[in-house]
């Protein structure tokens, strides 16, 4: 009788993937959620958590619950962030604030999902008006734009952009910040601060 042999894949949490790959997405979101290494003591100890970030050492999946439930992060996201594309790396992403914005050191109101990547500094703004809403495109109150810092853009391009200290989602035609919803205001000059690259309706 030949014998079938059945690839069997490697499990998530298994000591070599712990050991290897789950200490570069933990210290992504430590850093993203704010904390240092050393607000973990009680927990594990600083230098066992420093040695777990840089691959060389493990923490018992026990342990790394815990750090994850400090942190107010699920499996759920952790897996995600542990499963991004290389090329782009960045599926875990901060949401803020669009008057926050005005801010360099900002503190994101949650963190989501997405699952396409985004570029490095990617962040999320929850849409607040219908000012993008139209035959041509529709971004509901509650979802989530995906954007990526720029300062200029080509036309026809999804923009955030600010004109004194107010923060708009606009569309970027030869100079101007239109809204697609005509019954919003056409901003001139805007000072373009992002683009639009994406956008999720997980609400």
């Known amino acids: 009788m030949n014998h079938i042999k059945?690839?069997?894949?490697?499990?998530?949490?298994?000591?070599?993937?712990?050991?290897?790959?789950?200490?570069?997405?933990?210290?992504?979101?430590?850093?993203?959620?704010?904390?240092?290494?050393?607000?973990?003591?009680?927990?594990?100890?600083?230098?066992?958590?420093n040695r777990f970030e840089n691959g060389t050492t493990e923490i018992s999946a026990y342990k790394m619950f815990k750090c994850l439930n400090k942190m107010g992060v699920t499996i759920g996201e952790f897996y995600a962030a542990y499963c991004a594309p290389k090329d782009k790396p960045n599926t875990y992403l901060p949401v803020y604030e669009f008057s926050d914005l005005r801010y360099k050191r900002r503190k994101p109101t949650k963190f989501i999902s997405y699952t396409k990547g985004a570029k490095?500094?990617?962040?999320?703004?929850?849409?607040?008006?219908?000012?993008?809403?139209?035959?041509?495109?529709?971004?509901?109150?509650?979802?989530?734009?995906?954007?990526?810092?720029?300062?200029?853009?080509?036309?026809?391009d999804l923009v955030i952009v600010m004109k004194k200290n107010q923060y708009y989602f606009r569309r970027y035609v030869t100079g101007l910040a239109i809204p697609d919803n005509e019954q919003f205001d056409i901003i001139d000059e805007p000072r373009i601060v992002g683009r639009v690259v994406g956008a999720t309706w997980s609400m």
Not at 128 to 137: Q, R, V
Request: charged fraction near 25%; aromatic fraction near 8%.
């Open 120 to 156: 490095e500094h990617a962040y999320a703004l929850e849409v607040k008006d219908t000012a993008m809403n139209s035959d041509m495109a529709c971004f509901p109150i509650g979802s989530h734009l995906i954007v990526e810092p720029a300062t200029v853009a080509s036309d026809g």
């Open 6 to 49: 059945r690839k069997i894949e490697k499990p998530f949490w298994d000591e070599a993937n712990m050991i290897k790959n789950l200490g570069a997405p933990f210290a992504k979101m430590r850093k993203l959620h704010g904390f240092n290494q050393s607000d973990f003591e009680g927990i594990v100890s600083r230098p066992t958590l």
